[in-house]
């Protein structure tokens, strides 16, 4: 039988994600003695997903978290989409194991993307929704993540983070690579790398954000995305 090298990379992160989750919880459970739970809401000029824009203007974001004393966590997160000619939300729901060893922060789990107007108008054959295995480390102010799915292909981000490096602003330096999958997207759909630069700083209590991303598609230009966000605890 012919094992695809897409379905040994997913077939390694499902057995990393159960490794975390069956052989860690005694280390997460001293780092973590309460549960939590948290929340945030975000205003931004463009809602980019991995370089591509998901609204033809603006978008209101919201998210909410718990996290168990052993280190499980589950979280859902919604924003308007939108493009030329329909619009409508995404709800996304995640399921994770994270926790810290030695220094080195963890994650892993599934996130599940639900797309309820655009799936409700779906053609026969058409499938907006999907799932993804994913899994991150993080080291000081490096995080590497690498995401995989059955239905829409591989991506992997590394993401660098400087505090306070000039004047209490943050910077942000992102790349990314996606391997789409083609019977997902479309035939025409490109493989393609994402990379960004941003600077942070919070304002009045408010988190604010600016952007400048770009990816080497065809016909592509830089975006300039301006966010404000709000964290929270309930």
Do not use: C
Request: hydrophobic residues 35%; glycine residues 8%.
């Amino acid at each position: 039988m012919k094992i695809s090298i897409k379905r040994l990379a997913q077939m390694g992160l499902t057995v990393l994600t159960l490794y975390l989750t069956t052989s860690t919880v005694t280390i997460a459970a001293d780092k973590n003695s309460t549960p939590s739970l948290s929340g945030n809401i975000t205003a931004t000029s463009t809602y980019l997903w991995r370089g591509v824009p998901q609204t033809s203007d603006a978008a209101l974001q919201g998210g909410i978290d718990y996290t168990m004393p052993v280190g499980f966590h589950v979280g859902a997160w919604t924003s308007n989409v939108s493009n030329s000619t329909n619009s409508g939300s995404e709800l996304d729901v995640t399921v994770g194991f994270g926790g810290e060893v030695k220094g080195l922060s963890y994650d892993a789990g599934l996130i599940v993307y639900m797309f309820p107007q655009y799936e409700a108008a779906a053609l026969p054959g058409q499938d907006y929704n999907f799932n993804e295995f994913y899994a991150g480390i993080t080291k000081d102010m490096l995080t590497a993540r690498f995401f995989t799915s059955l239905d829409a292909g591989n991506y992997i981000e590394v993401n660098a983070n400087f505090e306070k490096l000039v004047d209490s602003w943050d910077l942000g330096l992102h790349f990314g690579s996606y391997d789409v999958d083609k019977d997902y997207y479309g035939p025409s759909s490109e493989d393609y790398v994402d990379y960004s630069v941003s600077l942070g700083k919070k304002i009045n209590g408010l988190d604010v954000s600016f952007t400048l991303s770009d990816t080497n598609l065809d016909d592509d230009n830089f975006r300039t995305v301006i966010s404000v966000s709000k964290a929270f605890t309930p």
